[in-house]
């Protein structure tokens, strides 16, 4: 599961498959969602509200209708208290909230790459074949 989250975030597997990949059958929302929500906060660089451009830009930019419920969530909350409140909604919005997070990771993790990381890094997840 990390392997595939690390490698639709770097681009070495499409969105749109990766996301089918870890939303099979019987996945686990549970550990799916506890592994998206340390990538995202560990990729933002503001640790003291973890809001920044990059992360607001990656909520408005997820292939989702603004209108769905986790959409909405991640717009009217701070990050944390948002966080919270995805991980409480109805089974029935599990999809989109893991699509939503991937998503939010993706943005993050590519900005960071390009930022943070730009001339080497020890995260071992960045040197994905």
Avoid at 7 to 16: E, G, N, P, V
Avoid at 77 to 91: D, G, V
Wanted: neutral net charge; hydrophobic residues 40%.
């Amino acid at each position: 599961m990390e392997e595939i989250i690390n490698k639709i975030a770097q681009d070495k597997i499409d969105f749109t498959l990766g996301l089918q990949l870890l939303l099979e059958k019987n996945f686990n929302f549970e550990e799916l969602f506890k592994t998206l929500h340390l990538y995202i906060f560990n990729s933002i660089a503001n640790k003291t509200d973890y809001n920044s451009e990059t992360y607001q830009t990656a909520i408005n930019t997820i292939p989702l209708k603004p209108t769905f419920t986790p959409i909405i969530i991640l717009k009217s909350f701070p990050t944390k208290i948002a966080f919270q409140k995805l991980a409480l909604l109805p089974e029935n919005e599990n999809k989109k909230v893991i699509t939503a997070l991937l998503w939010i990771f993706k943005i993050t993790d590519t900005e960071r790459r390009n930022t943070e990381c730009k001339n080497g890094c020890g995260h071992f997840w960045h040197q994905l074949e």
